[in-house]
């Protein structure tokens, strides 16, 4: 039996959608039928097929509520968000300062919370409530220097995804997806050349970095019928994860 995920006439949001792994999220969607909105703060000059734009800085609380509502009012519902807009630069946190920390946590926690309680007030008046996706990070599950406060952020991201799944049921489902190393236009930038890149990953279980689109597919079936009983879960989506240091040490690592 094939199964597939017909979204036909639903309204889908995504925070930074309209590249990197935002970009394989909102074309996953676009391939089920849906109709994405993109939500960032720079504008994008060519659409993608099957989707409209907002510009919107997801850390401005009353410009996020105000472009939930924009959404509505032009398509007459809201059946997802994906709260994928997120990231943080290298920045040791003893040398980083007040204002710095403040921003990383509204771009990946007070941000996608503030999200949240927009596309949930609109959930809750629906016959057919909706689903909510955070795009979590493996940084919430380890250690992070040098993004420490961002791993935190994430932490927190997957502590709201549990709560809100108990608090926002039956009406509304949230889960996470914890994402490990993608490869996207930016990946160069944040990890160096080829020869560097193929050297991170040989450290990944299954070989490679992830491509957006297989975020995209992991996002797609969380918000989907087909996940209609799956509800405060923290789906890891990281190629089995990182090998512990000690394995290279004694030699029998990747």
Known sequence: MTVSIDLSGRVVLVTGGSRGIGLGITRAYVAAGAHVVTLARSAVEVLE?????????VRDPESVRASVDAVVAEHGRLDVLVNNAGGAPYALAAD?????HDKVLGLNLTGPLVAMQAANAVMQRQEHG?????ISSISALRPSPGTAVYGAAKAGLDSLTRSL???WAPKVRVNAINVGLCRTELTGEHYGSDDSVAAIERTIPLGRMARPEEVGHVALF???????YVSGASVACH???????FLSVVGTGS
């Not at 909706?130 to 955070?134: C, D, K, Q, S, T």
């Not at 969380?222 to 209609?228: Q, R």
């Open 49 to 57: 097929p099957g989707t409209s734009h907002v510009q919107c800085d």
């Open 96 to 100: 980083a300062s007040p204002r710095f």
């Open 130 to 134: 909706g689903a909510i996706v955070n």
């Open 165 to 167: 799944a108990m608090e």
């Open 222 to 228: 969380l918000g989907s019928d087909l996940a209609s």
């Open 239 to 245: 190629g089995g994860g990182e090998p512990p240091i």
